[in-house]
């Protein structure tokens, strides 16, 4: 029994214990670990697993109803928009965002407008998300959609950009993008379209530079170049016309600039400014606001001042953070 | 304004066939994949591989093919692992058409399983929409199948060489792209016998014109730059 304790520095695991958890980062299918023989399913007890692999045999242990996505109120909303409830307006990202490969890497391209409806919401947001520091993702869709599935939600480690660092804890290896790819395609299907999430994932790991879009259905296609968004189509005219391989750096960042801004003057959904991040072997750029060709145009030069002034008639600040003290009591911990 | 519904599901319009051979099998796809009107992307690989010699060639939804497809590999790895010796084409077509009817209300993915393995050798599985699963010499699939059926009867012979069940291939694939709208782009091709798997590329502008086709142009400026028709002699 020894033999199979492994020794992480105070906390003793077994070495199952340690396939255990790096195998539930891996393949979330608790099917996996429940039934070591896959030819043999367990009898779902709930109608509501989104994936039935059959009812084969039972695997001798009662599997609990497992969460999953409940679609009661996606039906209950869909029922109250026919029956003429007007459903809120999100925060939407109208949006263009392009990815291509050139010579060294990968160049990803956003927009900088968010819309709520017919309102700019956010002029100037952040569409390129990070995932790991050699890969890069930008997002279309609803914003708090795209945000959460690429984020790092505390709350909930679910979301990719976590789960990606964990992985790179657990193997001690730099994330691959196909790993980002799967983990993101996984949790979008398994949201059937609900998750209204439009990606374009790129960078460069020890395979090579890697280009790919990740639709909201859960599909995903490998391109050199792509465009996504409802300015994908005036983008994606620049790209046909002018895209070729083995472009330099210089090059494909006006080729990317060219695209995202023929988004930003034609499609209504999406503006202000070009925000663009390079990916090379070891290395990452990321230029906020690479171009803003959007300025406003009429500054007043005198500022704001407001015509009545406020007195000032007491001025009391109070700490909201204790200064905390460490004293070392007792004896230092054995190992 | 034309709408091109940008919102709506990746789906493959497709063209998809799968063919045998005196010595093994041929699959063939076109390679467009379409979000309502627009081409989301125009150089798709829809013949995707389940082990070293099965291949499956996908149509219908993007997302639920390529779930299916991921699955399948996934457990015929396993299986392979298990087993000590190549996964049969039987198995892997049986793999697919347990979660296929499964899961019959929730996927809408039609798929050709094709491969050579050292019992049967070249075989062909259908398993179309519902999740039945139907060996056959040749099978087709996709929205471009539909013009196809007439031309398979007439043109599908036993014992084909593997250049002649090629060139069927190729040729059915470009007749269906040009009269299905949902199919379009390039050809692809993959061979798969005893000596293993040989991927081929044919692109759109190299194929055969059909009836009342019209010569790719290549840029707009060209057609305006040139001659106009010439007047007819009477």
């Known amino acids: ?335 | 304004m034309m709408d091109l519904n940008l919102d709506a599901p990746h789906s493959m319009g497709t063209t998809i066939i799968g063919v045998t051979y005196n010595g093994g099998v041929v699959l063939g796809a076109d390679s467009r994949t379409s979000t309502g009107m627009y081409v989301a992307n125009r150089a798709s690989d829809k013949t995707t591989q389940l082990t070293d010699n099965v291949y499956v060639c996908r149509s219908g939804s993007a997302a639920d093919s390529q779930v299916v497809s991921d699955y399948v590999r996934y457990f015929l790895h396993q299986h392979t692992i298990q087993l000590g010796q190549p996964a049969t084409v039987k198995v892997s077509a049986n793999l697919i058409r347990m979660l296929a009817y499964n899961n019959k209300n929730m996927l809408q993915t039609g798929l050709i399983v094709g491969g050579w393995d050292k019992y049967e050798g070249g075989k062909i599985y259908g398993i179309p929409l519902g999740g039945t699963v139907v060996e056959q010499p040749f099978a087709i699939g996709g929205s471009g199948s539909s013009y196809l059926y007439g031309f398979f009867d007439q043109a599908w012979k036993e014992n084909m060489t593997k250049e002649e069940a090629e060139q069927l291939v190729v040729k059915a694939v470009s007749l269906a792209i040009a009269r299905d709208g949902a199919s379009g782009g390039v050809v692809r091709t993959v061979i798969i016998n005893s000596e293993g798997v040989t991927r081929n590329f044919y692109p759109g502008d190299k194929l055969q014109l059909w009836h009342e086709e019209l010569e790719p142009q290549n840029s707009l400026l060209d057609i305006l730059n040139a001659a106009g028709p010439e007047p007819m002699a009477i």
């Not at chain 1, 070591?36 to 989104?50: C, I, T, V, Y």
């Not at chain 1, 690429?150 to 790993?179: A, C, E, K």
């Open chain 1, 1 to 335: 029994m020894d033999l199979l304790k492994v020794n992480w520095g105070r906390r003793k695991h077994s070495l199952f214990y340690y396939l255990f958890l790096a195998s539930k980062q891996l393949f979330p299918l608790d099917l996996y670990l429940f039934s070591p023989n896959p030819f043999r399913f367990d009898q779902p007890s709930s109608s509501s697993r989104l994936f039935d692999f059959g009812r084969m045999s039972q695997a001798g242990v009662d599997v609990p109803a497992k969460g999953g996505f409940s679609f009661d109120l996606c039906k209950r909303n869909d029922m109250l928009i026919q029956k003429g409830l007007k459903a809120p307006s999100f925060l939407k990202t109208g949006t263009t965002i392009v990815g291509l490969i050139f010579k060294d890497g990968v160049i990803l391209g956003a927009d900088t407008r968010a819309t709520e409806g017919p309102i700019v919401a956010d002029k100037n947001c952040e569409k390129i998300h990070y995932m790991a520091p050699n890969i890069y993702c930008c997002g279309a869709g609803t914003a708090a959609d795209t945000e959460a599935v690429t984020g790092i939600f505390l709350s909930n480690i679910d979301m990719v950009s976590s789960q990606l660092r964990l992985h790179r804890y657990q193997t001690g290896r730099d994330s691959r993008v196909i790993t980002a790819l799967t983990l993101l395609k996984k949790h979008l299907f398994s949201y059937q379209g609900h998750v209204s999430a439009a990606l374009v994932l790129g960078g460069v790991d020890i395979t090579g530079p890697h280009l790919h879009t990740i639709y909201p259905h859960g599909s995903t296609d490998t391109l050199p170049f792509a465009t996504m968004g409802s300015g994908s189509l005036a983008a994606m005219s620049v790209f046909e016309a002018k895209y070729k391989e083995g472009l330099t750096r210089d090059e494909g960042i006006k080729l990317v600039a060219e695209a995202i801004c023929s988004g930003i003057f034609n499609d209504l959904g999406s503006g202000s400014n070009v925000d663009i991040c390079v990916i090379t072997k070891g290395h990452k750029e990321y230029l906020r606001n690479y171009m803003e060709p959007n300025p406003r145009t009429y500054v007043s030069s005198k500022g704001y001042s407001f015509t009545k002034k406020t007195e000032v008639l007491r001025t009391k600040i109070t700490p909201l953070m204790e200064r905390v003290e460490i004293t070392e009591v007792g004896e230092a911990m054995e190992e």
